[in-house]
């Protein structure tokens, strides 16, 4: 059977497009930075009869941190207060079974963030000798992130590319041009290996080194 194609279908069939593979990559870029700022959450925390008088030696004492921080150099923009409440104490009697009531428990936190790392062992004391008794989280960072988040970038771009190049290379076809690129997210962790920092007669810090990580998902076609 002879098969005769018109003008028509002989211009669709060649305008079909022949669709080439494509090879998608993960990259992963890391800069190891050492911190520059701190941020750490200080609480004050008592209990009393009742719930005005718990509070109001908790007022006491956290007016007494804030006004040693600020005394310290804290600029009013780097204190923030991040938790207030007020709590029914109940004491269990673990031999009877039964609870009680004892009082109330009052706490205040605020969160600080320090500049200046080589006073924040001496500042760990005043606060302290202020009146806190709570010592909540405390994270290391850098102010200028940007900068180092975008040499991270650059470097899971490069990571990626080089991965593709691998793999096309090993299938034996041809890197072709970049179809899509999408960000898999940043972040910033504590390195494990630790430098000890102490101020004499302050708390010892150990301030360590920030890794900052970018990943990125990179699409090429291949010929």
Known sequence: MKWIFGPALVAMLSATPVFAGQITVTGNGDVAV?????????????????ASAAVALTSDAMAAVLANLSDAGIAPRQMQTSALRVD??????????????????????????VLALDGLGALLDVVFESGAN???QLQFGVQD???HL?????DAVA?????????????????GALVSLT??????????MM??????????????????NATVTMVYETE
């Open 183 to 192: 960000e898999g997210g940043a972040r910033a962790q504590p390195m494990a």
């Open 88 to 113: 029914r104490i109940q004491d269990y009697n673990s031999i009877t079974g039964q609870s009680s009531f004892g009082g109330f428990r009052a706490s205040n936190r605020v969160t600080v963030q």
């Open 145 to 147: 992130r940007a900068i």
């Open 134 to 136: 709570d010592l909540g």
């Open 150 to 154: 975008e040499a991270a970038q650059r």
């Open 34 to 50: 050492a911190p520059d700022m701190a941020t750490i959450t200080i609480g004050v925390t008592h209990q009393a009869d009742t």
């Open 159 to 175: 990571d990626a590319r080089s991965k593709a190049e691998v793999y096309a290379g090993a299938a034996g076809v041809t890197l």
């Open 195 to 212: 430098e000890m920092a102490r101020a004499s007669d302050a708390v010892p810090v150990a301030q360590g080194e920030i890794t900052i």
